[in-house]
């Protein structure tokens, strides 16, 4: 929003009329449509948490770590950030046997690993 405010321009100014109603879905939208200033924030999201999970990766050196939710709609916009921010954060010997990846599933992941949970019980009892 300070952006905005200071001048620069985004589609985000013809996308929402108050901004500051601005969601995190009209970000990922102006995104995907190349807008230069979403790109960079989301590219910002994502160094910050690539280096939030290379933590988790030097701790605990997890084979797969997959990133869902709503900003993996994004795609490569996000995911090249946190790589990289992997790749500079985490030891070289732990990030090796990583792989991330983006969720398939975005904003359905909870509602199938429910139903996965439920259906392993259901064969096990």
Known sequence: ??????GESSILTNMVKDLNKLTLTDIIKATNMEDTLCIEIVEEVG???????????NIFNPELVVIGGQVAETGGFIMLPIKS???KYSLNLVNKDSKIVASKLTNKAGVVGACMIARSRLFTE
Do not use: D, P, Q, V
């Open 85 to 87: 921010a992997i790749r």
């Open 1 to 6: 929003l300070e952006r905005i405010a200071n």
């Open 47 to 57: 160094n910050n948490l690539g280096r939030y999970i290379s933590g988790i990766i």
